[in-house]
């Protein structure tokens, strides 16, 4: 989720073919930093880092979890600054690894405790994206007007999570719910401006802004999956 968005003309204002191709790079980009994400998972849970980082952050998930909100807001704002393409795909990069590792202790357990979960929350967050993305291409509706609602969301979700953490209170099922909820409208909000606002040479961090509300998404579709009795 980003503003911000409108330095040059936006690629709906270009011709079908050259607006197609944008798309195209956009989505192709979030599929390669799904695939990357993947891979740096496979690589730190055959070399033993995802077990030895496991125990620490179990112990603070709500900072683990404003830290990933946080990532997410941090590195698609950078991106957005950046007017190298090298410097772009460095950020989504780091981006990327970040959220590896920030993953990797709550893989970890589900893989441990609960297998099959993870490739059962996947399946649910790829189609409930598929859905979502193709609401927003069918319809075509700007849905920019929801970026003062994530933000609010968004800070309300930051004040509950401290508070959790200053009062030791559980934030429970529905805050998982409800989170899945801020996703699902980023995604919308993301996939919106791509097609109505993005500039035909950002498609790099267009591509980081949907790619952050997908793994957000994941994130707590995989925790309500393991709250499951």
Same mark, same amino acid.
Do not use: K, T
């Given at each position: 989720?980003?503003?911000n968005v409108n330095y040059l003309a936006?690629?709906?204002?270009?011709?079908?073919?050259?607006?197609?191709?944008?798309i195209w790079k956009c989505y192709a980009h979030v599929v390669a930093g799904i695939l990357a994400f993947a891979a740096v998972e496979a690589y730190l849970f055959?070399?033993?880092?995802a077990a030895r980082i496991a125990a620490p952050m179990i112990n603070n998930w709500l900072?683990?979890? *404003?830290?990933?909100? %946080?990532?997410g807001w941090g590195a698609t704002h950078v991106a957005h600054r950046l007017e190298s393409k090298q410097a772009q795909y460095a950020a989504f990069a780091v981006y990327i690894v970040v959220q590896a590792l920030v993953f990797s202790?709550?893989?970890?357990?589900?893989?441990a405790t609960q297998p099959g979960v993870i490739d059962s929350a996947a399946g649910v967050t790829v189609? *409930?994206?598929?859905? %979502?993305?193709?609401v927003a291409m069918i319809t075509r509706k700007d849905f920019s007007f929801l970026r003062g609602m994530l933000v609010w969301i968004g800070l309300l979700a930051m004040v509950g999570i401290v508070a959790s953490l200053l009062f030791g209170f559980q934030l429970g099922t529905w805050f998982s719910v409800a989170m899945i909820g801020f996703a699902g409208a980023a995604i919308l909000y993301d996939t919106s401006n791509i097609m109505?606002?993005?500039?035909?040479?950002?498609?790099?961090?267009?591509?980081?802004a949907l790619f952050a509300?997908?793994?957000?998404?994941?994130?707590?579709?995989?925790?309500?999956?393991m709250s499951r009795d």
């Open positions: 989720m980003n503003d936006p690629a709906s204002s270009l011709s079908v073919e050259d607006r197609s191709q944008f055959q070399s033993g880092i900072l683990v979890i *404003g830290g990933l909100m %946080l990532a202790p709550l893989l970890f357990i589900a893989e189609l *409930g994206c598929v859905g %979502l993305i193709a109505h606002h993005y500039s035909q040479e950002r498609y790099v961090a267009a591509s980081m509300s997908i793994m957000l998404m994941f994130w707590y579709v995989l925790q309500l999956f």
